[in-house]
């Protein structure tokens, strides 16, 4: 019988779940009912999961993806030079994050000046108002009240943060799940389970910022992928994994692998939802993953660049499509605002707009193990 690999406990029809190769939350679909508890899983789910799902929430908002369950949540941008805070739907629609309120006294004259979101909000601020000014016709104002809609002055800034323990962790978990997915064994992978539960910490996951190691037939869309190779000759036990083609990661499961030999890989095409066929695998030389530094992030900002560059063309192409973008539209105003209306998007433009777009990004790779 089936066990959950964190607790050991039976898995039966009670406490079996689905747990997702790659987060739901991100767009993942392949999943197994024989490798986690219902419990652990979602207690996972609730910290490391949730923490990773957060930092890639940027992309999968971007990209609209479609998941098993819910939309993704909006993003968080803010305008450099206000500091108010936009909330971005995942169909590109920004809208204040909170009501601002400014009051300034000009002698016997208190001016307020307000921003809010609805004529809900118009009306709680007011009746909070009517506190200090008690003949404030509440009811008045909120009936007289137009709501306008305002294109944004300039492009809102986003900060983009990868890694962290807890992120790391679900990284390491989503490698471990894939192993035992293909049929691998706990026992080769044992030391890794208590790190997983958070007892101990490891040094064996590490963003990998080079050329893409896995390539899928879907050359131009965006894809979770991974690889994983068992070699007993030189004990190695290890997985590449790429999330949104961009992001990839080394996670070292074993340096004493002594299994049968096992070559296994997958990718997920997020955008047509399909599992697409690996087309090759690079795999990384057996010294460099024993020796690489897991401590420390690698910092290769252009490849970073290179590869968000390209997914953002990709999900600005598809905003762009869908009419729907306002981030587009905001982006277009401020790079391709000199070209009159109606000139047909080009090549070299969108290029344009796109690199605009990630000027507006921080990208910040974060290692922290003590959070
Ligand atoms: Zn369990």
Redesign the pocket.
């Known amino acids: 019988m089936a066990t959950?690999y964190?607790?050991?406990?039976e898995l039966s029809g009670t406490n079996e779940s689905k747990e997702h190769i790659f987060l739901n939350a991100i767009g993942g679909r392949l999943g197994t009912k024989t490798i986690?508890?219902r419990?652990?899983?979602s207690s996972f789910g609730e910290k490391p999961d949730a923490e990773l799902a957060k930092q890639l929430n940027f992309v999968s908002n971007m990209l609209n993806i479609r998941r098993e369950r819910g939309t993704p949540p909006d993003i968080r941008g803010t305008l450099k030079s206000t500091g108010e805070q936009y909330l971005v739907s995942p169909e590109g629609k920004p809208a204040l994050a909170k009501p601002s309120f400014e009051k300034t006294v000009e002698g016997e004259t208190t001016v307020y000046q307000i921003k809010v979101r609805s004529h809900d909000e118009l009306r709680k601020t007011m009746e909070g108002l009517k506190r200090h000014h008690p003949d404030i016709n509440v009811d008045e104002i909120v009936n007289n009240a137009k709501m306008q809609t305002e294109p944004l002055s300039e492009m809102l800034h986003f900060q983009l943060v990868i890694g962290g323990s807890l992120a790391l962790r679900s990284i390491c978990k989503t490698a471990v799940n894939f192993y035992l997915f293909k049929g691998g064994e706990v026992k080769h992978i044992a030391h890794v389970i208590p790190y997983l539960k958070e007892e101990t910490n490891l040094e064996i996951v590490n963003q990998y910022l080079d050329d893409s190691r896995i390539k899928t037939e879907a050359t131009s869309s965006v894809s979770h992928s991974i690889f994983i190779i068992g070699d007993p000759k030189e004990r190695i036990l290890y997985t590449y994994i790429e999330f949104f083609s961009a992001f990839s990661f080394i996670v070292r499961l074993s340096t004493e692998y002594d299994g049968p030999a096992i070559t296994e890989s997958y990718s997920y095409d997020v955008l047509n939802e399909v599992e697409t066929p690996t087309a090759t695998i690079n795999p990384i030389e057996p010294e460099f993953v024993r020796t690489y530094d897991y401590r420390r992030a690698s910092l290769n900002f252009s490849k970073l660049t290179e590869r968000l560059s390209a997914v953002l063309k990709i999900a600005v192409g598809r905003q762009l499509n869908n009419h729907a973008g306002s981030i587009t539209k905001d982006a277009i105003a401020n790079s391709l605002g000199k070209y009159p209306e109606g000139t047909v998007i080009t090549e070299a433009m969108a290029d344009e707009l796109v690199a605009e777009m990630m000027k507006r990004i921080e990208p910040i790779i974060r290692r922290n193990l003590s959070d």
């Open positions: 959950c964190l607790c050991k406990s986690l508890c419990e652990c899983n």
